[in-house]
């Protein structure tokens, strides 16, 4: 299948993560999208440059609000000398305005750079730098060409995207995602199949960008299978299986930390059924590999063989389909996980 892709993904390098006030390297690294890259090179893909989209596929999915501060936040807080004093070369929040303090009003937005970070991003975790719009841009970019050419029916589309976007939600970044690239494709697949679209997220944590996006659409169906976020886990608010949207469009299986191929493969299965008898004629899969075993980032102990027969069971749904990069994070398997994805995907909708 197409493999989507920018090479302006390489121009965000988020420097690490803000966790708990301590600066640590962060695993969103550049070396992601070119090891994917390599991997699906190796095997013999056809790579297809993102198309430059226009600013509707954007605003289908997110606020003026969110996109105008992105586009800018680097910008005003190099501008505003910060990289200088106090000497913080990425933007970081620091005053967060919950909503109790406003008696129902909005907040202005804030004059000053360091506070109007705390307005658009929900975490310390996901870090501005100079390339980080055109980036987040180009990877929506990304996963909407690919989403155009899954929709023509001439077989799926896979899109190469960095960084991530399942985590931000219409007005809010966080979770090393900006833009929500899944959600701008599956609206790209609504807008031109007409059909009602499901989203399968399969990355380890849950899509709480995406189903927050689509909680009131009910032509457009979010199911997630993660890690629990009751154990303790990311988004920890979000993901619980008593969230289910509007009219049941929403559906989320948590799993246990630990759990392996059988129990999430299940959990698959049973989200490509409900897509099924809820009518689903598009598909987006959010894949995210990070639920394998030996990746950093999460406790679930999938196996390359998991993510084939994944590929095989949402193939086998035989829906125009395009596959959007999500997490993964241990360098030396990511390629080789998403092969496997894809491949099974393929198989699946040839049987
Ligand atoms: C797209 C995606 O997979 N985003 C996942 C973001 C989850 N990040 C949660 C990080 C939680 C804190 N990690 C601390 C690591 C300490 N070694
Ligand atoms: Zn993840």
Redesign the pocket.
């Known amino acids: 299948m197409p493999v989507v892709w920018s090479d302006l993904h390489g121009s965000h390098d988020p420097g690490g ?1 803000i ?2 006030g301590v600066h ?1 390297p962060g ?2 690294l550049p070396a992601r999208a070119d090891a994917i890259r390599a991997e699906l090179a190796d095997a013999g893909a056809a790579f297809v440059d993102a198309e430059r989209q226009p600013d509707e596929a954007l605003h289908a999915v997110h606020d003026a609000g969110l996109t105008d501060y992105l586009a800018r936040a680097w910008e005003d807080w190099n501008g505003a000398g910060l990289p200088d004093d106090p000497g913080q070369d990425r933007v970081v929040p620091y005053l967060f305005p919950d909503p109790s303090l406003f008696s129902g009003f909005p907040p202005t937005i804030a004059a000053s750079p360091t506070a109007r970070a705390g307005q658009f991003a929900y ?1 310390t ?1 996901t870090l501005v730098g100079p390339g980080t719009w055109e980036a987040a841009r180009a990877a929506l970019d990304t996963a909407v060409t690919a989403a155009g050419l899954a929709a023509r029916g001439d077989g799926p589309a896979y899109a190469l995207t960095r ?5 931000a939600t219409r007005s809010a970044f966080g ?3 900006y833009l929500n690239n899944s959600a701008a494709a599956a609206a790209r697949l609504r807008r031109d199949t007409g059909a009602r679209v499901a989203v399968i997220d399969i ?3 849950h899509g709480n960008g995406t189903q927050a996006i689509f909680w009131d659409d009910s032509e457009v169906l979010t199911g997630s299978v993660h890690v629990d976020p009751g154990a303790g ?3 920890h608010f979000l993901g619980f299986a008593s969230e289910t949207g509007r009219d049941g469009s929403n559906r989320n299986l948590p799993l246990a930390p630990g759990a392996g191929d059988d129990a999430w493969l299940a959990a698959v299965a049973e989200l490509a059924g409900w897509a099924r008898e809820r009518g689903a004629g598009a598909l987006v899969v959010a894949l ?1 590999v ?1 639920a394998a075993a030996g990746d ?3 406790p679930l102990r999938v196996s390359a063989n998991g993510y084939r027969a994944a590929g095989r069971e949402l193939g086998d749904l035989g829906l125009p389909t395009v596959v959007v990069q ?4 241990d360098l030396a398997a990511i390629g080789r996980l998403v092969r496997e994805a894809l491949e099974g995907l393929e198989e699946g909708m040839r049987a």
């Open positions: 993560e966790w708990v640590t695993t969103e975490d975790m960084p991530p976007g399942h985590h979770g090393s995602c990355d380890a944590h886990w990311f988004p995210g990070d950093p980032e999460s999500e997490g993964g994070y």
